[in-house]
Nanobody
Framework: QVQLVESGGGLVQPGGSLRLSCAADGSISRMNIMRWYRQGTGKQRELVAVISSDGSTNYADSVKGRFTASRDNALNTIYLQMNSLKPEDTAVYYC????????WGQGTQVTVSS
């Protein structure tokens, strides 16, 4: 059983920045691949970023160059630094890990609006 807790969401103006955190209740060093997803109102959940145990990352085209995923195994936490935010980034953001089954956090709301 894995529990994931996201935090760091909020209201930000276009062009602003936020850093999301996802804390796991166990060691993430055994969690090879962790992911960030988002789901806007009335939209399907979409993959935003992937971070592997070695720190390598992949991003959706829509966030490349603006978002940066990272992880701190000592703190059992992954992060999503989001810069140059746009209104279309508004969504609930979730972290995810697959260990036999998918585990999800409760999500954190990000709203980009002037």
């Amino acid at each position: 059983q894995v529990q994931l807790v996201e935090s760091g969401g909020g209201l930000v103006q276009p062009g602003g920045s936020l850093r999301l955190s996802c804390a796991a209740d166990g060691s993430i060093s055994r969690m090879n691949i962790m992911r960030w997803y988002r789901q806007g109102t009335g939209k399907q959940r979409e993959l935003v970023a992937v971070i592997s145990s070695d720190g390598s990352t992949n991003y959706a085209d829509s966030v490349k160059g603006r978002f940066t995923a990272s992880r701190d195994n000592a703190l059992n936490t992954i992060y999503l630094q989001m810069n140059s935010l746009k209104p279309e980034d508004t969504a609930v953001y979730y972290c995810n890990v697959y260990i036999g089954r998918h585990y999800w956090g409760q999500g954190t709301q990000v709203t980009v609006s002037s």
